[in-house]
């Protein structure tokens, strides 16, 4: 759930009656949690609005990747197992050939991710779909964003900025290349790795609004500071076309990662390295939490934007 | 959840893993059930988008309390009670105003409601407002649409039509009247109806698409056919400016009515009326559910629209 902080912080922090004891987790995290036994149930909604979020020129099978992922991606960063979806889909007219696309590779997704679409509705209007998961948690494990601690390792579970990269490519006529352009489209985020990090990580969230925005969440959360080393954050490659620091700057703070940042004790480190090669997934220490707060990069505060924010 | 139910038969019937054993009942009820215990969850999604469900000119505290309800009334149509909804908000641009209005009549609706905004998104976009909602029902009490038995009573509980009529003025011109604008823009349909049928009626759905629409949909599921009584269905008077042959028909047809049809055994008819009595709810017999297919209206097959259709 890409809140905006501050809209959301402003507007709708305290909606409805606060006294209902099925809620576990509000709003604030990657996703909400009610009561369920024997495990807690999960949830969490995410909107693709055209123009916004994917390109006018965006196939048919890319919105119904990057709906499903996205959400699945909110769900995998609680530490839970998604399982099902609702699906809230928006369409100008009526369009078999684009509803035959768009329904072919949401059930090819969601069939690869073990999970089905339960309910929904279709409507007609400007494009949007608005996708609203459900996994469940073991009871006590979910990855919260306010349980850091300090002298926390930071860690990222794969490559920075490549999306970022796409959308940049494109607003400066640059060909983004195949690589960018896939991670763009078609975001195919790890779901096993939250799961496997209960009981060993702190803290999670997934790389959406741009990793120095969304690590900074978990910061906030937890009411601590970090200090990150840059050369330890795998920028994607395609990067290299611009000066570094803009290269940089442009990639931590892009978003459309779909990665997770998440905090662990260091006396987790090996276990956590041994289960990243077990997994074969990338798991990059690319800093520590202190106390305090803010980010320093190689011990200078970082100043600049965090990431992407729609009312800005 | 209204379904456009041609477009989600032919695309979104079955998407993803068909073999979630956490899935009580997907696609094609108002809402969906998963698993959690003691009692199971109910989760059901619907999106307001302007010029479709809401005008231009509605106010923003109309946004809030149609697009909470209507998701309310579906989750309480299956015999469940809400207590909990996320918020997936499109909007233009930053409006404080237009937010605060919302967001205060979110607040009130809600907290009137007694269930809780646990989580959503914000974007940048074309005005629209998606609800989530969430309720537990007794566990094998559900008010399936599924559930229809042959001989059933049916009934509704509340006027017809109404909402319809301030849509159908506005189109014609005519002055809708404050009852009228009120039941388009403010509708407050009772959420404790639903839960106190379980274990009396036998199917339920709310009227959202139209009257004739939404029990098709319970006689589609049921495999059944209905025989109505014209008179005995509960117009809204507002209507009577119209010859009567159109007026009834845009009342059944019209939608936005949020209150319950609902089928039940005629041996529960006494425990019925009397507890429309004790809750001061209007609950009217309608009919009667038969063997076949479709809906005799005093005896002659009904043979015109049933309701509204986004894509037709």
Redesign the interface.
């Known amino acids: 759930?890409?809140?905006?902080f501050d809209?959301?912080h402003?507007?709708?922090s305290?909606?409805?009656?606060?006294i209902?004891s099925?809620?576990l987790?509000?709003?604030g995290?990657d996703?909400?949690m009610?009561?369920?036994?024997?495990d807690p149930?999960v949830?969490?909604?995410?909107?693709l609005?055209?123009?916004?979020?994917c390109f006018a020129d965006d196939p048919a099978d890319s919105w119904a990747q990057k709906a499903l992922m996205v959400n699945l991606s909110d769900v995998s960063a609680m530490g839970a197992t998604p399982?099902?979806?609702?699906?809230?889909l928006?369409i100008p007219?009526?369009d078999d050939a684009w509803?035959?696309a768009?329904?072919a590779a949401?059930?090819a997704q969601?069939?690869k991710?073990?999970?089905?679409?339960?309910?929904?509705?279709?409507?007609?209007?400007?494009r949007?779909v608005?996708i609203?998961a459900?996994g469940?948690v073991k009871d006590g494990h979910a990855l919260k964003r306010s349980n850091a601690q300090v002298d926390d390792d930071i860690y990222v579970t794969g490559t920075i900025g490549l999306a970022a990269f796409y959308v940049y490519a494109r607003s400066k006529g640059i060909e983004p290349g195949e690589h960018a352009t896939r991670a763009y489209r078609y975001p195919n985020p790890r779901l096993d790795i939250g799961p496997r990090l209960c009981g060993l990580a702190h803290a999670a969230i997934d790389v959406s609004d741009g990793l120095l925005a969304d690590l900074n969440h978990i910061l906030t959360a937890s009411q601590l500071g970090a200090r990150l080393v840059q050369d330890n954050i795998p920028i994607a490659k395609e990067w290299f076309v611009c000066p570094e620091a803009e290269a940089f700057e442009r990639a931590v703070t892009g978003g459309d990662d779909y990665v997770l940042c998440f905090t662990a004790p260091k006396s987790a480190r090996a276990l956590l390295l041994s289960l990243a090669e077990s997994m074969e997934v990338p798991m990059v220490i690319i800093g520590e939490t202190v106390e305090g707060s803010g980010i320093l990069l190689d011990d200078k505060p970082w100043n600049g934007v965090l990431g992407y924010d729609?009312?800005s």
């Open positions: 759930m890409s809140l905006e809209l959301i402003r507007y709708f305290h909606i409805g009656s606060p209902v099925e809620v987790l509000g709003i995290d996703a909400a009610v009561s369920s036994a024997p149930l949830i969490t909604v995410d909107t609005v055209e123009g916004i979020h399982f099902a979806f609702l699906l809230s928006t007219a009526f509803l035959k768009f329904s949401l059930n969601a069939s991710s073990n999970v089905q679409l339960i309910g929904g509705d279709t409507t007609k209007g400007p949007a608005s609203t459900l469940y729609h009312f």
